[in-house]
């Protein structure tokens, strides 16, 4: 059995797409594409596709991650682009290898999100940072299943900055180089580097540690993007390329 690994987007409106939907979506991307699916065995056989850490529904992702088994040999690159034809747009794969190496999820050390709050002046974020990453703990609430949770959300944070503006494309309505490019509003970009610890850290819980420390509250629901996911260089606070490994193991040539 060949198995394949593909890193996929949600991007845009589709940052809305549950994590079932998803599946479902992908499940036709397969039959349509003609992928000749490995299954299980058993009275129920199901194609054999394993997910790996997905991100909530909500945000939207540039690596997202998945691995698929195949009956018959196929070429990656072909069959990426057979699925991401069948695949809307903004649920796009970007990347397929073949798999060479063992233990893929315990490589996604850690995430790397970029979070924008929009009509928040990058003066308060950068203010509600510093406190933030003075504290050694900073605790926060979350409403689970089982009731309220409390946990420390400041531990699992290997990195927090707050990035430059961006730049415009000749239309900004920004007049001071500090302002939202698409609105004119001020707005304040986050770079956030999170480990996957237990219990998971989301960038929902690092800003109630923002708002719980610097009393930062921004007024209209932060927009989130996950860069990256995989091993953690902890001294650079940077998340590096899971699929690395597989694609060094690869024959010459191939």
Not at 135 to 153: C, H, P, S, Y
Not at 182 to 192: D, H, S, V
Request: net charge negative; hydrophobic share 40%.
């Amino acid at each position: 059995m060949q198995r394949i690994r593909l890193r996929y987007t949600k991007r845009g409106r589709l940052r809305f797409t549950s994590h079932r939907d998803f599946q479902r979506a992908f499940e036709r991307a397969l039959r349509r594409s003609a992928v000749p699916m490995a299954y299980s065995a058993g009275f129920t056989p199901h194609p054999k596709v394993s997910y790996a850490n997905a991100a909530p529904t909500g945000v939207a992702s540039e690596a997202e991650y998945l691995e698929i088994g195949l009956a018959e040999i196929r070429d990656p690159e072909e069959l990426r682009a057979q699925l991401d034809e069948s695949l809307p747009t903004g649920l796009d794969i970007t990347e397929a290898v073949e798999v060479r190496t063992p233990n893929f999820v315990e490589r996604l050390e850690a995430s790397e999100w970029q979070v924008r709050l929009d009509r928040v002046a990058p003066e308060d974020a950068a203010r509600a940072i510093a406190l933030f990453l003075a504290a050694e703990q900073v605790e926060v609430e979350r409403l689970t299943k089982n009731g309220v949770r409390v946990f420390d959300a400041r531990g699992a944070v290997a990195a927090l900055e707050l990035l430059p503006p961006q730049v415009g494309d000749g239309n900004d309505t920004a007049t001071d180089g500090t302002a939202d490019v698409r609105t004119g509003n001020p707005c304040a970009i986050l770079r956030l580097v999170v480990r996957h610890a237990t219990p998971a850290v989301r960038p929902d819980d690092v800003l109630s540690g923002l708002r719980a420390t610097a009393d930062l509250a921004p007024p209209v629901p932060a927009e989130v993007t996950r860069l990256a996911q995989g091993p953690l260089d902890e001294e650079t606070g940077t998340v590096t390329d899971p699929l690395a490994l597989d694609r060094a193991a690869a024959p010459a040539g191939l």
